[in-house]
Nanobody, 115 residues
Framework: QVRLVESGGGLVQPGGSLRLSCAASGSIFRLYGMGWYRQAPGKQRELVADITSGGSTHYADSVKGRFTISRDNAKNTVYLQMVSLKPEDTAVYYC?????????WGQGTQVTVSS
C-alpha cells in the first residue's frame, strides 16, 4: 500500500515562494508518474503539474513559468517549487502517484497567498 505525505505549505505574501514536498512509501515510486493537484474552496480540482517516471513534465497554463515539479527517486520524494505566488494560487495542494489503475492521494497541504 502506497502512502503519500505532503509538507511545505503555509502562508506567504503575494510574490513569495514555497516549496512543497511529497514523500512516498514503498519501493515502486521510481516506476510511476507523480503529480500535484490543487483545490480551492468552491472551485473544481485543477491539475497543476505532473512528472513521468522518466522526468518529463507538464504544467497547467496558470502556473507555467512560475512552478517547477521535480523528483528525487533516491528519496522517494516529489517537489513542487512555487515562485511569484498569486492570491489565486491559494488552495489545498495534493500530490498523487499514478499507478495506472488507481491514483492514491496524500492528505493535502494548505497554501495561502495573502498580504
Amino acid at each position: 500500500q502506497v502512502r503519500l505525505v505532503e509538507s511545505g505549505g503555509g502562508l506567504v505574501q503575494p510574490g513569495g515562494s514555497l516549496r512543497l514536498s511529497c514523500a512516498a512509501s514503498g519501493s515502486i515510486f521510481r516506476l510511476y508518474g507523480m503529480g500535484w493537484y490543487r483545490q480551492a474552496p468552491g472551485k473544481q480540482r485543477e491539475l497543476v503539474a505532473d512528472i513521468t517516471s522518466g522526468g518529463s513534465t507538464h504544467y497547467a497554463d496558470s502556473v507555467k513559468g512560475r512552478f517547477t515539479i521535480s523528483r528525487d527517486n533516491a528519496k522517494n520524494t516529489v517537489y513542487l517549487q512555487m515562485v511569484s505566488l498569486k492570491p489565486e494560487d491559494t488552495a489545498v495542494y495534493y500530490c498523487y502517484i499514478d499507478l495506472l489503475v488507481t491514483r492514491p492521494w496524500g492528505q493535502g497541504t494548505q497554501v495561502t497567498v495573502s498580504s
